[in-house]
Each structure stands twice: as C-alpha cells, then as structure tokens.
C-alpha cells in the first residue's frame, strides 16, 4: 500500500530558477510534513517541515506549500543553486506511529 | 560532533556470514529507528526502539534480523546469515521523543554481501 506519492522522479533546473517538488499523501492521520534532503553518501537531512494548522512555510530559499483539501504539500527552492543538487524525500509522519514513511525521492540537478 | 554515529560506515560480508551494525543515537536521544535504503529507492522504515524496548518492529523481516537498544551502549541492527539481497545502505535515526518530533540521521552503513 503505497502511503506517499512524490514527483517528479528527476528534475533539472538551471541555475537561479525555481524547483517545485510535489508530494501526495493518503493518510490524513499524518501530522508533521517534512522534507529531507541526502547527498551522495550521506544520511537525509531535515530540510524544512510544516504542521497542518499553516498552508505555507518559509526558511531562506525553501518553501513549503500545503493543501490539506487535496492532501498534498509541495516543497519549492527559489533561486536555485548547484550546491541544492541532492535528492528529495517528502516524509509524513503521524504521531502515533512515529515512524516516517519516505516517499520514493526525487533527484534534482542544479546546471549552473 | 553531536550527530548520529554510526559504524562502521562500510561492511562487507559474505553469504552466510553474520552482520552487525552499530547506532549511537544524539545526546539526549532516547528513541532509536533503523532504516534501509536499496539503490536509488527511499528509505524503508524497520524497527523503533527505545532504552531496553522494541517499540515497533513492524518493517523488520521476520528471520535473521533482530535489533536492540541496550540500557548502556549503542543500539545493534544484527543480520544473521546474509544473502545478496541483504545489500543495502541501513541507516540509524534518533529523536528526543517519540511524538513526531524530528530524527535525525546518521550517515549510514554500506553493507555488502559478496
């Protein structure tokens, strides 16, 4: 039962251009939306997360969108960077659990 | 450094040969979570645990893996009696409690089953 959607796959932007990244949930029992990035080798990172009572959160160039309705949220990069080349897991989590369902990723490339 | 430890970073194995990977959680951290991650897929979750618990244990496969979370030391991913398919990146988090707050990864252990 695959819980968690995300898209695209693979993504290129160039440089300075904006990254949109779209994630779609099924379990409305979720409660804390957070995006993780990972670079080759390394363990994923907390990027940003966002909690149902907000539609958007903003930290420097990394926004989240969230549309409770449609059970989707969305991580978007503004002025798109090289060093922002990593890939991207959406990562709902509900509390009862605790566990974190990762979505599938999607991997960003940043042409400068 | 105050992150997530683990170790060692690669380990390579063969068929039929025992595998133990190592977890020091952050600080503080008393709930420890085991993920696996095959290449170019997401991280799948497969055990909880906190100091001396197993909390869920729901992604573990049912033979040859076990974990613990010792009252003093790291916590333990063991796999008994590899096979190739057991080659995976398995990755350790921690979190100060278990009601949604943020994990925390370590940078993995690269196991490899010749």
């Known amino acids: 039962q695959q819980q968690v959607k995300q898209s695209p796959q693979s993504l290129i932007v160039q440089k300075g251009g904006i990254s949109i990244i779209n994630c779609a949930y099924e379990?409305?029992?979720?409660?804390?939306f957070p995006w993780y990035q990972q670079f080759p080798g390394k363990g994923p990172a907390l990027l940003i997360a966002i909690r149902p009572d907000v539609s958007e959160k903003k930290e420097g160039r990394f926004t989240i969108s969230f549309n409770k309705s449609a059970k989707q949220f969305s991580l978007h990069i503004m002025d798109s960077q090289p060093g922002d080349s990593a890939t991207y897991f959406c990562?709902?989590?509900?509390?009862?659990?605790?566990?974190?369902?990762f979505g599938s990723g999607t991997r960003l490339s940043i042409r400068p | 450094n105050a992150g997530v430890m683990q170790n060692p970073r690669h380990l390579v194995r063969r068929r039929g040969q025992e595998a133990r990977l190592r977890c020091s959680p952050m600080?503080?951290?008393?709930?420890v979570y085991w993920y696996r991650q095959l290449p170019e897929e997401g991280l799948k979750f497969m055990v909880y645990?906190?100091?001396?618990?197993?909390?869920?244990e729901s992604g573990m496969p049912k033979e040859r893996f076990s974990a613990e979370f010792p009252k003093e030391g790291p916590s333990i991913l063991r796999i008994q009696q590899v096979v190739r398919g057991d080659s995976a990146a398995y990755f350790c988090?921690?979190?100060?409690?278990?009601?949604?707050?943020?994990?925390?990864f370590g940078d993995g252990t690269r196991l490899s089953i010749l």
């Open positions: 990562a709902p989590i509900y509390s009862s659990a605790s566990k974190i369902i």
């Open positions: 988090a921690s979190s100060l409690t278990g009601d949604n707050q943020p994990q925390h």
């Open positions: 379990n409305t029992a979720f409660d804390y």
């Open positions: 600080k503080g951290h008393s709930h």
């Open positions: 645990l906190q100091k001396e618990n197993i909390i869920d």
